[in-house]
């Protein structure tokens, strides 16, 4: 059974820090692109950033600088560290882990950020 379990959202303060877990189990993760996408309210969901089976990553202009995506293959489990928060960081954040053949998602975890 393929599951994605989010970890680590919660209520932060501008300027604060958060770090999110995305646990994998069911599948080859080692092999699989891995994200984390955020979707605030009323909005689309968008890419965060991402990293590659060889650990080359991708970011969102709106984040660079700020946060960090890695990954942990002998836990099976992706990271995002997030440092200086806005409030325009406010959103639900998924993980998302997508092969050619097969993408699977994880199911949000809420982060708010206000004073």
């Known amino acids: 059974q393929v599951q994605l379990v989010e970890s680590g959202g919660g209520l932060a303060q501008p300027g604060g820090s958060l770090r999110l877990s995305c646990t994998a189990s069911g599948f080859d993760f080692s092999r699989y692109k891995l994200g984390w996408y955020r979707q605030a309210l009323g909005k689309q969901r968008e890419l965060v950033a991402l990293i590659l089976s060889t650990g080359t990553t991708r970011y969102v202009d709106s984040v660079k600088g700020r946060f960090t995506i890695s990954r942990d293959n002998n836990k099976n489990t992706v990271y995002l560290e997030m440092n200086n928060l806005k409030p325009e960081d406010t959103a639900v954040y998924y993980c998302?882990?997508?092969?050619?053949?097969?993408?699977?998602w994880g199911q949000g975890t809420q982060v708010t950020v206000s004073s």
């Open positions: 998302n882990a997508d092969s050619i053949q097969y993408e699977y």
